[in-house]
């Protein structure tokens, strides 16, 4: 089956493949924003790179170890991101 898609959406999925590294062509190029976005995916019969879970503790370590840089707290920023653009200039 063929679908035809509008020239801007397809400019977008291209962005999308672009972004993670791949082609439009690649399954993988948008597969893995689609799982981002809650999309369920077929799991793939390729094989997959396993998990470096050294690297991601090295790179949380490194994020944790910088300054704070916003004091306020997560519930402050959220409330003033999803305020009225009036009270937004606190």
């Known amino acids: ?4 898609l509008p020239p801007e959406t397809e400019e977008l999925a291209r962005l999308v493949a672009a972004r993670s590294g791949k082609t ?3 399954k993988e190029g948008v597969e893995m924003e689609a799982r ?10 390729a094989l ?6 050294d690297r991601a503790r090295e790179i ?6 910088r300054p704070l ?3 306020r707290t997560p ?4 409330e003033q991101a999803w ?8």
């Open 69 to 71: 840089l916003d004091p």
């Open 75 to 78: 519930r402050d920023i959220l």
């Open 60 to 65: 949380a370590k490194r994020i944790a170890s």
């Open 1 to 4: 089956m063929t679908v035809t």
């Open 48 to 53: 997959r790179t396993p998990a470096r879970i």
């Open 24 to 26: 439009l062509e690649e």
């Open 83 to 90: 305020a009225a653009p009036d009270d937004r200039r606190r």
């Open 36 to 45: 981002i976005a809650g999309v369920a995916v077929a799991e793939s019969t």
